[in-house]
């Protein structure tokens, strides 16, 4: 067998894997044309847009760096580059934990755990505008849920979403209704991790808290790595609720990066300002993503390493 | 031996104690995720006058389920639910067709600067996408597709990132075995995908489907950018307009009905579908 393919390879292995590469091609040819056509081709054309006044009323015309010089100037985007940065360190964190947390409950071997899954996972199968709504109402000063349960134990709740000091407070509330996703992924990793290992610990005395820091986290520490670059570009891009449930209000105090870039574009119809924004945006995810990786030998544990020891 | 005993035998006790609390720990989590579900509907049953009692009634007295259909003439939600539904079955039909097709390449064809192409689609999984927003809409505003259904359907043929690793995490899986015969038989590649991988595929063809409907059926952002015209509007958009009214808060009984409504949908296809959820996200890959 291995004489005759030896004896005809060389002779056929020119046209067919031509042949192959071709059809190859053909296959991948839709992800290609895509690649160029929604990707690489819109992102060129962004930042050469970002260097030129084109809207409404201007044809194209190269400025250099004036938008961006104009960006770095306007408060507004200062301001929506803070609330995105706070909303991204409260809510990424805080949405991690309890994914953890609830994963980690969500892995027991307890009768109808599936009915609890289900539960958890089940608000973000309808994340939307018609949520974001629910969370409007539910925030409502006077008369939403939230203002009464608290009236019930005697406090008075803020006026939530018309108020500078609570509406972003009140959007990472909604965020973490939503962890069921995370949850979901962090609960495939913990059951990854192989039973014997805890029985090993276990059997050499390490107690629950020991086995959890010295083995679950380590073992789901690429999880999390994971979780995490998707939890930052995600919470960077967070759009839809500050759109339907503040509008970018009161006052600006929810104006994400998102927002800012969507009236610069949609109501402004600035297209060479907002092309500028979205390659500002763009760099700090990188630079964010970019650092993740890096700093990811310090803490991220891989199978592999533990096979090479 | 004794003592190894005694130890499981505490330890087995603490186990209890820890699974009871666990229950009550996850019974109170469940009540706080039900609480908005329970107010929005007890809020859609309401008399216009009793949403704003002070303090609140929980529990309708006299639950108003005409609502309902009022909120749903009111909202033409019958003209929104079929565009949705048009574009959604769209979306399906071109991601499903997309990922499969282009994923078989990238699983079992020979090619130089495959895997090149296939790091780089993995990239665009990390791209911002408002950092192509500005050009695309320029682009389809271009080609004069803006206030159709185009710009929302037609990029769902060029292959999702996200959709195309699926399917070839799912392709590698196979036996190669069952392509090779069909090979023998003088079957081309196109064939071989088609009535062998296809068929094979399912399971994992009805997770991308699913997912597909939840993300396009709950899209806000495009529709709301490349549709002008109210009667092409998709069920979010025609939502978040009623937000924005003057009149909301006074018919906050039917907007919640409205809102309830619009989650239907994709609450039928979690409960009938619910294993293909948890199958999508368990096999992204990334233990190993």
């Given at each position: 067998?291995?004489?005759?393919?030896?004896?005809?390879?060389?002779?056929?292995?020119?046209?067919?894997?031509?042949?192959?590469?071709?059809n190859a091609y053909v296959f991948m040819s839709p992800v290609i044309l895509g690649l160029l056509l929604f990707t690489l081709g819109p992102m060129i054309i962004s930042l050469a847009l970002s260097f030129s006044d084109y809207n409404l009323l201007n044809d194209f015309q190269l400025i250099g760096f004036d938008n961006y010089v104009k960006l770095f100037n306007e408060e507004l985007f200062w301001q929506s580059l803070r609330i995105s940065a706070i909303y991204s360190v409260v809510s990424v964190p805080l949405g991690l934990t309890i994914a953890l947390f609830?994963?980690?409950?969500?892995?027991?071997?307890?009768?109808?755990?599936?009915?609890?899954?289900?539960?958890?996972?089940?608000?973000?199968?309808?994340?939307?505008?018609?949520?974001?709504?629910?969370?409007?109402?539910?925030?409502?000063?006077?008369?939403?849920?939230?203002?009464?349960?608290?009236?019930?134990?005697?406090?008075?709740?803020?006026?939530?979403?018309?108020?500078?000091?609570?509406?972003?407070?009140?959007?990472?509330?909604?965020?973490?209704?939503?962890?069921?996703?995370?949850?979901?992924?962090?609960?495939?990793?913990?059951?990854?991790?192989?039973?014997?290992?805890?029985?090993?610990?276990?059997?050499?005395?390490?107690?629950?808290?020991?086995?959890?820091?010295?083995?679950?986290?380590?073992?789901?520490?690429?999880?999390?790595?994971?979780?995490?670059?998707?939890?930052?570009?995600?919470?960077?891009?967070?759009?839809?609720?500050?759109?339907?449930?503040?509008?970018?209000?009161?006052?600006?105090?929810?104006?994400?990066?998102?927002?800012?870039?969507?009236?610069?574009?949609?109501?402004?119809?600035?297209?060479?300002?907002?092309?500028?924004?979205?390659?500002?945006?763009?760099?700090?995810?990188?630079?964010?993503?970019?650092?993740?990786?890096?700093?990811?030998?310090?803490?991220?544990?891989?199978?592999?390493?533990?096979?090479?020891? | 031996?004794?003592?190894?005993?005694?130890?499981?035998?505490?330890?087995?006790?603490?186990?209890?104690?820890?699974?009871?609390?666990?229950?009550?720990?996850?019974?109170?989590?469940?009540?706080?995720?039900?609480?908005?579900?329970?107010?929005?509907?007890?809020?859609?049953?309401?008399?216009?006058?009793?949403?704003?009692?002070?303090?609140?009634?929980?529990?309708?007295?006299?639950?108003?389920?005409?609502?309902?259909?009022?909120?749903?003439?009111?909202?033409?939600?019958?003209?929104?639910?079929?565009?949705?539904?048009?574009?959604?079955?769209?979306?399906?039909?071109?991601?499903?067709?997309?990922?499969?097709?282009?994923?078989?390449?990238?699983?079992?064809?020979?090619?130089?600067?495959?895997?090149?192409?296939?790091?780089?689609?993995?990239?665009?999984?990390?791209?911002?996408?408002?950092?192509?927003?500005?050009?695309?809409?320029?682009?389809?505003?271009?080609?004069?597709?803006?206030?159709?259904?185009?710009?929302?359907?037609?990029?769902?043929?060029?292959?999702?990132?996200?959709?195309?690793?699926?399917?070839?995490?799912?392709?590698?899986?196979?036996?190669?075995?069952?392509?090779?015969?069909?090979?023998?038989?003088?079957?081309?590649?196109?064939?071989?995908?088609?009535?062998?991988?296809?068929?094979?595929?399912?399971?994992?063809?009805?997770?991308?489907?699913?997912?597909?409907?939840?993300?396009?059926?709950?899209?806000?952002?495009?529709?709301?950018?490349?549709?002008?015209?109210?009667?092409?509007?998709?069920?979010?958009?025609?939502?978040?307009?009623?937000?924005?009214?003057?009149?909301?808060?006074?018919?906050?009984?039917?907007?919640?009905?409205?809102?309830?409504?619009?989650?239907?949908?994709?609450?039928?296809?979690?409960?009938?579908?619910?294993?293909?959820?948890?199958?999508?996200?368990?096999?992204?890959?990334?233990?190993?």
């Open positions: 067998m291995a004489v005759t393919t030896g004896a005809k390879k060389p002779k056929r292995r020119g046209w067919q894997a031509r042949a192959e590469a071709f609830l994963a980690i409950l969500l892995n027991k071997k307890i009768r109808g755990i599936y009915v609890f899954r289900s539960m958890y996972y089940l608000p973000t199968v309808i994340s939307g505008v018609g949520v974001a709504m629910l969370w409007k109402w539910i925030f409502n000063g006077k008369h939403g849920i939230i203002n009464n349960v608290l009236g019930m134990v005697g406090v008075k709740g803020p006026n939530w979403l018309l108020d500078e000091q609570w509406a972003l407070f009140a959007l990472i509330i909604t965020s973490v209704w939503g962890v069921g996703g995370t949850m979901l992924i962090f609960l495939a990793g913990l059951q990854g991790i192989p039973f014997e290992l805890m029985e090993a610990a276990e059997i050499d005395g390490a107690n629950r808290w020991s086995q959890f820091r010295h083995i679950t986290l380590p073992l789901l520490s690429n999880v999390t790595f994971f979780n995490l670059v998707l939890g930052i570009i995600g919470a960077l891009q967070y759009f839809t609720d500050a759109f339907v449930i503040t509008g970018g209000g009161p006052n600006n105090a929810t104006l994400f990066i998102a927002v800012y870039l969507y009236r610069h574009a949609f109501t402004y119809l600035n297209f060479g300002y907002a092309a500028a924004i979205s390659w500002v945006l763009f760099l700090i995810v990188m630079l964010l993503t970019l650092l993740v990786f890096r700093s990811s030998p310090l803490w991220v544990f891989y199978e592999s390493e533990r096979k090479a020891k | 031996m004794q003592s190894i005993l005694r130890t499981l035998r505490t330890r087995s006790g603490q186990q209890r104690i820890i699974d009871i609390a666990s229950v009550i720990v996850l019974t109170v989590g469940a009540v706080i995720i039900l609480i908005p579900f329970f107010w929005m509907i007890s809020t859609a049953l309401k008399q216009n006058g009793d949403v704003f009692l002070v303090p609140p009634q929980w529990i309708p007295t006299n639950p108003k389920w005409e609502n309902f259909s009022i909120a749903f003439a009111q909202l033409k939600l019958d003209v929104y639910a079929f565009n949705t539904f048009f574009i959604v079955t769209t979306v399906m039909a071109g991601t499903l067709l997309s990922a499969s097709f282009a994923a078989y390449g990238f699983a079992r064809l020979q090619a130089p600067g495959r895997d090149t192409i296939f790091m780089l689609l993995l990239a665009t999984l990390m791209l911002p996408g408002a950092v192509t927003l500005v050009p695309t809409y320029l682009m389809f505003n271009t080609v004069g597709w803006i206030n159709t259904y185009l710009p929302l359907t037609i990029p769902a043929f060029f292959g999702s990132a996200y959709f195309v690793f699926l399917m070839r995490q799912f392709y590698i899986t196979i036996p190669r075995e069952l392509e090779e015969s069909a090979m023998i038989d003088g079957a081309s590649v196109y064939r071989i995908w088609w009535s062998i991988m296809l068929p094979l595929s399912g399971p994992v063809l009805a997770t991308i489907a699913v997912f597909t409907f939840v993300g396009t059926y709950n899209d806000f952002f495009n529709p709301l950018i490349y549709l002008s015209d109210e009667s092409k509007r998709t069920i979010a958009v025609a939502l978040s307009y009623l937000s924005g009214s003057p009149r909301s808060v006074a018919k906050m009984n039917l907007l919640m009905a409205a809102v309830t409504l619009s989650i239907i949908p994709p609450i039928l296809l979690f409960i009938g579908a619910q294993r293909y959820f948890v199958r999508g996200i368990v096999t992204t890959g990334i233990k190993g």
